[in-house]
């Protein structure tokens, strides 16, 4: 259970997973959803502030992580705001 919000490092597989759990594609929205869902996140976890930004700890976490699977070739932005799996992150 987690009892912090998780460092970039721990979302990776899980990111990748919840997006590969959406059917290959999710919005940002869709994604934080369902990475929350599969992980089992705490509402008191998931709804940490960043700062005065308007975002959530998480949701700041999650965007760096999604920009690293992309980046290692995992993920692509087939669309403002929806990320993709790619054959990559497929196996």
């Known amino acids: ?29 869709e994604h934080a959803d369902r990475l929350i869902e599969r992980e089992r996140v705490p509402e008191e976890i998931a709804a940490v502030p960043h700062g005065d930004t308007g975002r959530t700890e998480l949701e700041y976490r999650l965007a760096w992580t999604r920009t690293g699977l992309k980046r290692g070739g995992f993920l692509e932005n087939s669309g403002r705001g929806v990320w993709t799996v790619t054959e990559l992150g497929e196996t």
């Open 1 to 29: 259970m987690w009892t912090r919000v998780p460092t970039f490092d721990e979302l990776v597989w899980p990111s990748l997973l919840a997006i590969r759990a959406n059917g290959g594609s999710a919005t940002i929205t």
